[in-house]
T-cell receptor, first 112, second 112 residues
Framework: QQQVKQSPQSLIVQKGGISIINCAYE??????FPWYQQFPGKGPALLIA?????SEKKEGRFTISFNKSAKQFSLHIMDSQPGDSATYFC???????????FGKGTRLSVIA | DAEITQSPRHKITETGRQVTLACHQT?????MFWYRQDLGHGLRLIHY???????NKGEVSDGYSVSRSNTEDLPLTLESAASSQTSVYFC???????????FGPGTRLLVL
């Protein structure tokens, strides 16, 4: 049972454009929504995270938008750069002793 | 600096052999996790541990085992390797079970 559905599977964006990756969830008990970034040959690393008490969180060129009623959250990468080319994973978890649940990932390629 | 390491980084083995993948962290985190990453499946949780002597099954635990005898290490054992276990394996640790996970560099395993 996939608890977090991520789309698209792959994405090609022109340099300077906006990259948008979406995730949807079913379990309304989820209360922590991180995004991880993974470069080829490396382990994933936390990029940015949000809790449902806010609708948006911004860190530099990266923004999470959160829609609690729609049970969706998305990652926006503004002014996308070739160095942003990586695989991005959304995830969700419930407070307490439960591990993160990951989406299947989106492979982003930013082309010049 | 604290870190999480995995060894070996690459491993080729034969079907039926027992294989152990090592994971060592110096974060002093109680929580440790093992994932496998396959194209189209994202990160799937194999086993996790919330402390010494504690182990829990994840989504894809069949054919795998872990043991936790100290805080720093969580070795993953494939009891009888199968070709379906060819994958990239990541170990991770966290201070709080459901929040930021720090991933190791991964072990690429090929079962022939």
């Amino acid at each position: 049972q996939q608890q977090v559905k991520q789309s698209p599977q792959s994405l090609i964006v022109q340099k300077g454009g906006i990259s948008i990756i979406n995730c949807a969830y079913e379990n309304t008990a989820f209360d922590y929504f991180p995004w991880y970034q993974q470069f080829p040959g490396k382990g994933p690393a936390l990029l940015i995270a949000i809790r449902p008490d806010v609708s948006e969180k911004k860190e530099g060129r990266f923004t999470i938008s959160f829609n609690k009623s729609a049970k969706q959250f998305s990652l926006h990468i503004m002014d996308s750069q070739p160095g942003d080319s990586a695989t991005y994973f959304c995830a969700a978890s419930i407070a307490g002793n439960t591990p993160l649940v990951f989406g299947k990932g989106t492979r982003l390629s930013v082309i010049a | 600096d604290a870190e999480i390491t995995q060894s070996p980084r690459h491993k080729i083995t034969e079907t039926g052999r027992q294989v152990t993948l090592a994971c060592h962290q110096t974060w002093n985190h109680n929580n440790m996790f093992w994932y496998r990453q396959d194209l189209g499946h994202g990160l799937r949780l194999i086993h996790y541990s919330y402390g010494v002597q504690d182990t829990n099954k994840g989504e894809v635990s069949d054919g795998y085992s872990v043991s936790r005898s100290n805080t720093e290490d969580l070795p993953l054992t494939l009891e009888s390797a199968a070709s379906s276990q060819t994958s990239v394996y990541f170990c991770a640790s966290s201070e709080i079970p459901q929040e930021t996970q720090y991933f190791g560099p991964g072990t690429r395993l090929l079962v022939l």
